[in-house]
């Protein structure tokens, strides 16, 4: 059965037809990769914000053992190590404090130290 040659494509040469379907497959290409940038570097960033958590969940370990050194055995160098570890968390590295809001937090936080 023959096809109708009344079509958008008919009355185009045949090197005009490839043209189109190569630069159909060129767009295609290239939206696929600019999706896939896109993604990578989401994933980069959900990587990164992964690892301050981490480092974050650290540090909270850490402190947990002093209080619990200090708890167990009360000295000076103890208290001291308790001290250090609470000024090393309450001052967390700039890149995590977004807004002011969190810094005003911050600030209260680190004045009403209890060490």
């Known amino acids: 059965m023959p096809l109708p040659s009344h079509g958008l494509l008919a009355n185009l ?3 005009r037809k490839l043209t189109l379907g190569f ?12 999706i896939g940038w896109l993604g990578l570097s989401l994933l980069t960033q959900r990587g990164d914000k992964l690892a301050e958590v981490a480092d974050i969940a650290d540090m909270a370990r850490e402190m ?3 209080r619990l050194r200090y708890s167990l055995r009360p000295s000076r160098p103890s208290l001291e190590n308790c001290t250090l570890q609470w000024r090393a ?4 590295p700039s890149r995590c404090v977004e807004n002011s809001a969190t810094r005003t937090t911050l600030r209260r936080w680190t ?3 209890p060490l």
């Open 13 to 15: 040469t045949v090197q």
């Open 23 to 34: 630069g159909l497959v060129l767009c295609l290409t290239l939206a696929v990769t600019a």
């Open 64 to 66: 947990r053992i002093q």
């Open 89 to 92: 968390w309450a001052t967390p």
């Open 111 to 113: 004045s009403s130290s």
